[in-house]
């Protein structure tokens, strides 16, 4: 079992109005960050005991975290059905409050016009002077400004606003104020009544919208630079102010230094290979390929959400960042070049003699996904420019012990991919593909792993050495058994 070792039996009673795939969703995505913390503290520590402490020292009980997280998932629906259960308990009272109330008052109202009827009577015979019809016209002005007053005091006291307001920190939740975010602010419901409010956080990082309708609400934060919080959801109770601190990064992300190792055990050992890893995200229906780089930042806080991400986007469409984020990789000698691009984001020819080895390359700090890795022989280097011309790549994929075939369209993100000369399949294995998929394989170009010990991203910080390790798999020829003990990347 993959650690940490939770299962959907470790949460709460399932409740009918759950959905079904919940507690496998939260397993999942906390036993990611858990595997990447893990592999973080190992680049420190090998010990793997001192470095699960760590993780759980940094992190806390996972299994608590999963409950807190079911939790938060469901906390809406739970207070709704005791809301629901509150508020039929107080109509039903206040049913029988009000028969009772309309009963008295219809008493007395008959009394009232009883006497009214009297006095009515009385007064018919008597003679009425001229101030007196004056005096009566006074009185009842006076009634009918109090009584637009009493109206007006209902009406603002039926719609009660409640204040809702975020506190916006840097780094961590005793940070500085984090100044200049803009944050809009969607309300949630069933009818007509949805609007949406933007405000900017000021210079003490209070980030107000002043007050609102209670319900439900939907919030999207952008820092001033191309920067976004995963949307945030969350309710508000009659009656009651909300507020909560959000922890938002201190600026645009640092370039650090990443070295890349290459373990590759079955080598051809009489060939020189490269490995082209291109980072780029292409940014969908533009008119024309806009490139950008995508890291994302993780803050831990203990309040209605442990986890924050935030997304920053590098445009890569001017001249001084055109080609970042595309490398070449030696694999005998463990050294990095940038990798030339055209104008237009296209791949380039390469001639070796003309490129600037380093033993590490700059890349922003965040996580990073897997990028597309190319495996290259030497003298394919020189038509890298054909890369350009493909659009798909069939790939064979291998998920906890089944393989199965795809095609594949760029940007082919965690493949690795040989665009010149096709993978080599055991014809047993080949023939096992072809019965059970409906197209039949031709040119097995692709290879990518989606196992849960195989798959895996990459933080870089500035306060650690970054190393970034790329596993490859036995690709030459692929079995069923190929890769079973060897991570992709």
Same mark, same amino acid.
């Given at each position: 079992m993959t650690w940490p070792e939770i299962s959907i039996d470790d949460f709460p009673h399932r409740r009918d109005d759950e959905p079904s795939s919940l507690r496998q969703d939260i397993i999942d995505?906390?036993?990611?960050?858990?595997?990447?913390?893990?592999?973080?503290?190992l680049l420190k520590n090998p010990d793997e005991a001192t470095a699960k402490q760590r993780v759980l020292n940094q992190f806390g009980d996972p299994l608590? =975290?999963?409950?807190?997280?079911? $939790?938060?998932?469901?906390?809406?629906?739970?207070?709704?059905?005791?809301?629901?259960?509150?508020?039929?308990?107080?109509? +039903?009272?206040?049913?029988?409050?009000?028969?009772?109330?309309?009963?008295?008052?219809?008493?007395?109202?008959? !009394?009232?016009?009883?006497?009214?009827?009297?006095?009515?009577?009385?007064?018919a015979d008597r003679p009425v002077p001229a101030a007196t019809t004056n005096l009566d016209q006074q009185f009842l002005k006076q009634m009918e400004v109090m009584m637009q007053k009493q109206i007006a005091q209902a009406d603002s006291s039926s719609g009660a606003m409640n204040p809702v307001s975020f506190q916006l920190v840097q780094e961590e939740e005793s940070g500085k104020p984090a100044v200049g975010f803009s944050g809009t602010l969607t309300k949630i419901s069933a009818g007509d009544g949805d609007f949406e409010l933007n405000a900017v956080s000021d210079e003490n990082g209070q980030l107000d919208f002043g007050r609102l309708p209670w319900g439900k609400y939907q919030m999207n934060l952008r820092a001033p630079w191309n920067g976004h919080l995963n949307t945030l959801n969350f309710s508000t109770l009659p009656g009651r102010k909300?507020? /909560?601190?959000?922890?938002? #990064? +201190?600026?645009?992300?640092?370039?650090?230094?990443?070295?890349?190792?290459?373990?590759?055990?079955?080598? #051809?050992? /009489?060939?020189?290979?490269?490995? $082209?890893? /291109?980072?780029?995200?292409?940014? &969908?229906? +533009?008119?024309?390929?806009?490139?950008?780089?995508?890291v994302v930042q993780s803050f831990m806080k203990n309040s209605a959400w442990p986890y924050l991400f935030w997304t920053y986007k590098r445009d890569?469409?001017?001249?001084?960042? !055109?080609? !970042?984020?595309?490398?070449?990789?030696d694999v005998k000698?463990?050294?990095? +070049? &940038?990798? &030339?691009?055209?104008?237009?984001? /296209?791949?380039?020819?390469?001639?070796?003699?003309? $490129?600037?080895?380093? #033993?590490?390359?700059?890349?922003?700090?965040?996580?990073?996904? !897997?990028?597309?890795?190319? $495996?290259l022989r030497k003298s394919e280097l020189a038509k890298l420019s054909e890369l350009n011309s493909i659009t798909t790549i069939e790939t064979l994929t291998r998920s906890e012990n089944r393989l199965d075939l795809n095609k594949d369209g760029k940007p082919y993100?965690? =493949?690795? =991919?040989s665009p010149f000369?096709?993978?080599?399949?055991?014809?047993?294995l080949l023939k096992s593909l072809d019965k059970k998929n409906s197209t039949p394989a031709k040119q097995i170009h692709g290879y990518r792993e989606n196992r849960p010990d195989a798959v895996s991203h990459y933080s870089s910080r500035k306060d650690q050495p970054n190393v970034w390790e790329i596993n490859i798999p036995d690709l030459f020829p692929i079995t069923q058994e190929s890769g079973s003990s060897n991570k992709s990347f």
């Open positions: 995505e906390l036993s990611d960050h858990f595997a990447c913390a893990l592999n973080r503290e608590k =975290i999963a409950r807190q997280l079911w $939790l938060e998932a469901m906390k809406e629906k739970i207070m709704s059905q005791r809301i629901m259960t509150g508020i039929s308990a107080v109509m +039903a009272v206040c049913c029988i409050a009000v028969v009772g109330i309309a009963w008295s008052m219809m008493q007395r109202s008959e !009394r009232v016009n009883q006497s009214m009827l009297e006095q009515l009577a009385v007064m909300y507020e /909560d601190t959000i922890v938002c #990064p +201190a600026g645009v992300p640092e370039d650090v230094s990443v070295e890349f190792q290459v373990k590759w055990p079955a080598q #051809p050992a /009489d060939e020189n290979f490269y490995l $082209l890893c /291109d980072f780029r995200h292409v940014e &969908p229906n +533009a008119p024309t390929k806009e490139y950008y780089l995508q890569l469409n001017q001249e001084l960042t !055109r080609g !970042r984020g595309v490398f070449l990789i000698k463990m050294q990095v +070049a &940038p990798c &030339p691009i055209t104008a237009e984001g /296209d791949y380039e020819n390469i001639d070796l003699q003309k $490129l600037v080895w380093q #033993p590490t390359a700059k890349m922003l700090q965040g996580e990073h996904f !897997r990028p597309a890795i190319y $495996l993100f965690g =493949i690795i =991919i000369e096709q993978f080599q399949i055991e014809p047993q």
